[in-house]
């Protein structure tokens, strides 16, 4: 697709409304997550895990609140890169922006695993073909470079609509408990942390469910792109938050109503559907979750492509990543997270070979990856937000139990329990190695090219 040379002061004609960021921020995934770590949740919280989705949202809602407070203040297409530039200066801005990056770029690379293994199942159980899982696997990565190649405004109008399609089956599920009941028919023991079964642990519950909610504040990086995006942002990330905490509190009461299974880590809405409404629901539950990997991928390249477009524009990543189509899509940075796509289903394909379930492994690399960083990127936004909003009450309590909460975060992934295991281990090593080099280029640039640190961020909206 052709390329022309990029706007320096906007990224595109400002059309979009807050209900477009809302379905931008939506690509945190809440439909994936509460199908393909519900059951993990439910483990690792004992048996509590509404009270742990409760707990854990009045941290998320904490980052959140600060997110939306700094969006009032700061919009660009850098997502935090902006807030944390102009709060707790342009080097550590600058740090922030590429570590955060870097972290939402691992986490995109792996969409395509964890589709195509879903899509090859789906096709092999529904369609009467079985594809090997990383020709599907190429097949999701084309279908969300090309929705993203076709401009902002269709992107998240697709994810919006793929999301709200994708929650009917869910619904229709957790109406079918609540009037019917489960085996014993509705309780809200889940609730009560009185009854943590034996090895269940409402820490490492919340330290895991904080990664669920990883990806609220993707709207930030349409600010530029938004026609009113000191409105649209905040109000974006905060019912983005309360839509999610909603969606997770009705899905885990309506896993709560049945026995947990043997293996957390299977679709736990499967059998449940099968029992209380009929095996076709469980169809369109499989179906509901393939839509949401892929939307999840459109918005998390969106959010990726536009952060590394950002950065180039300010001179400290090359040039070329600050070309557009004639839709105003930064088509190099897209092509770029595409090409990250297509690396990793490469190296999954050399280590695993045609074995699906071996492949996955590579999803829960780039998925520990991501989730780190990002926790470290949310601590730094909550220090941010600390330095120059704390004279209000509520901002300086929400700075707090958001700092908190992301610094627990980034340490579930060094304690028993939360930590990763096997082959996912390699996602915290390459994680930690990934912050040594981004360090590394900060300190090139900083010797190199300080004028542009400076700078950095300058394009910002400042309200």
Known sequence: MEATEARVTTLANKQLTTIDCIAQSLAVGPIFSAAALGGI???????????????????????????????????????????????????????????????ITALVAGIPIIGGINLKGFCADHLGFDPPWWIASVVIAALVFGFNVLGVQVSVKAQLTIIIASTIP???????????????????????PSNIAPG???????????????????????????????????????????????????????????????????????????????????????????????????GITAAASRGLFTVARDGLLPAPLTKVNKRDVPIVATSTVLAAMLVIILAALIKYGDDAASAFS?????????????????????????????????????????LATAVGGFLAQFISGTAPTG???????????????????????????????DAAADHALQH
């Not at 941290?59 to 102009?86: P, Q």
């Not at 974006?236 to 899905?251: E, H, K, R």
């Not at 930690?432 to 300190?443: G, S, T």
């Open 362 to 402: 590579m999803f829960l690399i780039t998925s520990t990856i991501g989730g780190m960083l990002i926790c470290l990127t949310y601590a730094m936004l909550c220090l941010g937000g600390l330095k120059i909003l704390s004279r209000n009450p509520l901002s300086l309590v929400a700075g707090v139990v958001g």
């Open 41 to 103: 949740l439910a483990a690792l919280s004992g048996g509590v895990s509404l009270f742990v989705v409760v707990l854990t949202t009045i941290g998320i809602l904490g980052i959140g609140w600060i997110v939306s407070e700094l969006a009032k203040r700061f919009s660009g297409s850098g997502t935090v890169y902006e807030a944390i530039a102009h709060t707790l200066g342009k080097p550590a801005g600058v740090f922030a922006a590429m570590m955060y990056h870097v972290a």
């Open 170 to 192: 869910f619904l229709m599920l957790f109406l079918a408990v609540l009037i019917n009941g489960g085996p014993n028919d509705n309780s809200l023991g889940s609730l009560d």
């Open 200 to 298: 269940g642990s409402v820490f490492k519950g919340v330290l895991f469910a904080i990664l669920m909610f990883i990806g609220f504040e993707w709207s930030a990086a349409l600010g530029e792109e938004t026609a009113n995006p000191k409105r649209s942002i905040p109000l974006a990330v905060l019912w983005t938050v309360g839509l999610c905490a909603a969606f997770y509190f009705i899905t885990q009461y309506t896993a709560s109503q049945y026995p947990s299974p043997d293996d957390p880590t299977i679709n736990i809405f499967l059998p449940i559907a099968t029992d209380r409404v009929g095996s076709w629901l469980g169809v369109l539950i499989e179906l509901a979750l393939l839509l949401d990997i892929v939307a999840v991928g459109v």
């Open 423 to 453: 082959d996912a281990l390699w996602g915290r090593h390459i994680g930690l190695l990934l912050l040594v080099v981004v360090a590394a280029w900060l300190v090139f640039n900083l010797s190199t090219k300080r004028d542009k640190v």
